[in-house]
């Protein structure tokens, strides 16, 4: 099944992507709780980070119950400093990641698909893909159409890069 990387490129600073977000201080030394995408979780130590297109470097990372990571910045000292990031996402250099994971035939980054077409099995076009988005229950893609689809087994058929295409399982009572 295609999947979809989280790889949400900074509007401000290019050649990023968005890796997580910065959930809450934790303790008083400026140290951060913060959730890491999957994807992203084996190679945060000693690599730049960017939160509000600032730059820090991670000093450590360990993981804490329930999938949530414990990172020390160099530069943030305390408490308050942390408390300034609590809710802002959390960016890594696009080439670090291309270099750290090593991409699968079927997985697809936001940048990648941003512009396809997508079609039904119908033949009845929806739109260009406009924007990604992701909940806990899944990814999905949105439509310039304003058609909202999830990035599912049960309604991607396929994906053709080569054809600027995305041809999607879709009934009208779908969108209920």
Known sequence: MARLLNLETSEEVKNIIEAGYVLKPHGIRGKLKVKIYDEFVSFFKNIPVFIDNKKYTCESIKVVPN????????????????????????????????????????????????????????????????????????????????????????????ISVENNRIDIQWEEDDED
Do not use: C
């Open 67 to 158: 999938d949530i990571f414990i990172m020390a910045l160099k530069e943030v000292k305390n408490r308050d400093m942390s408390e300034d990031l609590s809710g802002k996402k959390l960016f890594i250099e696009s080439e670090v990641y291309e270099k750290q994971v090593e991409l699968q035939p079927d997985d697809f980054t936001q940048e990648s698909i941003l512009g396809m077409e997508v079609w039904t099995h119908q033949g009845l076009f929806l739109g260009k893909v406009s924007n990604t988005f992701k909940t806990d229950f899944s990814d999905y893609i949105e439509t310039d159409n304003g058609h909202i689809i999830p990035f599912m087994k049960r309604y991607i058929i396929e």
